[in-house]
C-alpha cells in the first residue's frame, strides 16, 4: 500500500510526490533535515529535534513560516494517515526552488518541506540483541558536523565500506580522535563504569539521544565524561555503543575486527536501552493524560 507524504503543504500518495528540479537540495544539497523515532504511535523527543531544526536553519540562514505547531501536527497527520506504530519520521526542509547559482536566493524564497514515514522494529531489535561491528575510517567529511544537512555522501560511502569488510558501520577519525559514527554518536565505558563521548563542538551532531543518555544517566548515579578518545582507547574499553533517533542505543561489539570486553552486548548499553524506552514510553503516556 502505498504512503501518504507530506510535500510543501499537500498530502499526497509517495508515487505523486515531486519537488522542481531546480530545488537547491537537489542541486547543491542545500537542505537540513531531523528524524523523529515514533512509538506506540507517538513522537519521542519531538522538541528536541525541532529544537535542533531552527538551530541548523539559523546556522545556514534558511528561513521556515511554519511554527513548532504546525511542524508537529504535520508529524502527527503522517503517523496517522499511515497507522504508524512504530519507526520514525523523516522531515528535510531546503532553501527552496531558484535557477542554478550558487549565490544563494533571496531570503523570501519559500522553502520546500517534505515528510514521510518509515515502518521500523525499533523495540525489538535484532542489531540491538546483538550488537554491532564497526571499523574506523578517516573523517572526511565538512567541518560544519553539527548542522544537520543533507550532504551525506560520505557517511553513506563509510557505511558502504564497513559492508564491504564484512562490518555494520564506522565511527569516523580525525586528529587521532574518535568525532562520531556515520549516523550515530559514540560512546565507550572504561573499566571504572565512566560513560566518556565527545565534547559537544562543530565537529560532531549534537545528537538529542545523545543528550537524553545523558541526563538518564546522570539521573542514576553514572558518571559520564565529555572528552575525545582513540580508537585503541575504544578496543580497550569495557563497553561501546551508539546512539541515535533511529537506533536509539545499540552495543558495539567490536572495532576493527577486535572484541570490546567479551564480545558481547555489555551490561551498562543494554541498561541504558532499556531506560530510554521505558523512560520515553512513561512520558507519552503522561502527555497523553495531560
Known amino acids: 500500500m502505498s504512503r501518504t507524504v507530506y510535500v510543501n503543504g499537500r498530502y499526497v500518495p509517495e508515487n505523486e510526490a515531486s519537488v522542481s528540479v531546480f530545488d537547491r537540495g537537489f542541486l547543491f544539497a542545500d537542505g537540513i533535515y531531523e528524524v ?4 506506540n504511535g507517538r513522537l519521542v523527543d519531538f ?3 525541532v529544537a535542533r531544526l531552527h538551530r541548523s536553519l539559523n546556522e545556514l540562514n534558511m528561513h ?6 504546525a511542524l508537529r501536527d504535520i508529524h502527527r497527520q503522517l503517523i496517522d494517515k499511515n497507522g504508524l506504530q512504530e519507526g520514525l519520521v523523516y522531515l528535510q526542509v531546503t532553501r527552496g526552488v531558484a535557477d542554478r547559482d550558487f549565490a544563494y536566493p533571496d531570503a523570501q524564497t519559500p522553502a520546500t518541506l517534505v515528510a514521510f ?6 523495540i525489538d531489535s535484532p542489531l540491538a540483541e546483538r550488537g554491532l561491528k564497526v571499523i574506523s575510517l578517516p573523517d572526511m567529511r565538512w567541518g560544519r558536523r553539527d548542522i544537520k544537512t543533507v550532504q551525506l555522501l560520505y557517511p553513506s560511502m563509510a557505511k558502504m565500506e564497513a559492508k564491504k ?3 555494520d558501520d564506522a565511527w569516523l577519525v580525525d586528529s587521532g580522535l574518535v568525532t562520531e559514527g556515520s549516523s550515530s554518536n559514540a560512546w565507550i565505558v572504561d573499566h571504572d563504569n565512566t560513560l566518556i563521548t565527545r565534547e559537544l563542538s562543530r565537529s560532531l551532531l549534537h545528537g538529542i539521544t545523545r543528550r537524553t543518555i545523558m541526563q538518564l544517566a546522570q539521573q542514576h548515579d553514572m558518571k559520564v565524561e565529555e572528552r575525545g578518545f582513540t580508537i585503541k582507547e575504544a578496543q ?5 555503543f551508539m546512539t ?4 536509539l542505543v545499540y552495543p558495539v561489539v567490536s572495532i576493527d575486527q577486535r572484541p570490546i570486553g567479551e564480545g ?12 530510554y524506552i521505558e523512560t520515553s514510553l512513561q512520558a507519552l503516556d503522561a502527555q497523553e493524560q495531560t
Open 36 to 39: 523523529t523515532a515514533v512509538l
Open 47 to 49: 522538541e528536541g529535534h
Open 64 to 69: 521556515l513560516s511554519l511554527n513548532d505547531n
Open 117 to 122: 514515514t518509515q515502518q521500523k522494529a525499533i
Open 165 to 167: 569488510r564484512g562490518a
Open 236 to 240: 580497550n574499553a569495557r563497553e561501546a
Open 244 to 247: 541515535s533517533a533511529t537506533s
Open 264 to 275: 558481547q552486548p555489555g551490561e551498562i548499553a543494554r541498561a541504558l536501552r532499556r531506560l
